[in-house]
């Protein structure tokens, strides 16, 4: 079983329900540019240490890592309860 598959299957559960997150103002959310509809955004206090998928998921990390910055991330329902004080976006910055 090749890596991407392994890991696949030790986070499955992870993957069943969760959101996708990214930095707030970096690189104008240009990563929902491929959309065809708008979606709506929501801000929020998130920690530094939650744990979340990278963008391609293949790795855990935290969404202080720098790969967080360029791509995004997937947080797992698991670690949404660390999310805090969260609001919804005006529609101009997704």
Not at 26 to 39: G, I, P
Not at 71 to 90: A, D
């Amino acid at each position: 079983m090749n890596k991407k598959a392994v890991f696949y299957k030790e986070h499955l559960e992870d993957f069943k329900r969760g959101i996708w997150c990214f930095v707030d103002g970096h690189k104008s959310n240009q990563a929902l540019n491929h959309l065809k509809k708008k979606v709506p955004c929501w801000g929020a206090e998130v920690p530094d240490d939650i744990e979340c998928c990278d963008c391609n998921w293949e790795k855990l990390i935290t969404i202080s890592a720098p790969d967080v910055l360029w791509g995004g991330c997937y947080i797992p329902e698991r670690e949404m309860w660390k999310i805090r004080n969260i609001r919804r976006r005006r529609r101009m910055a997704c």
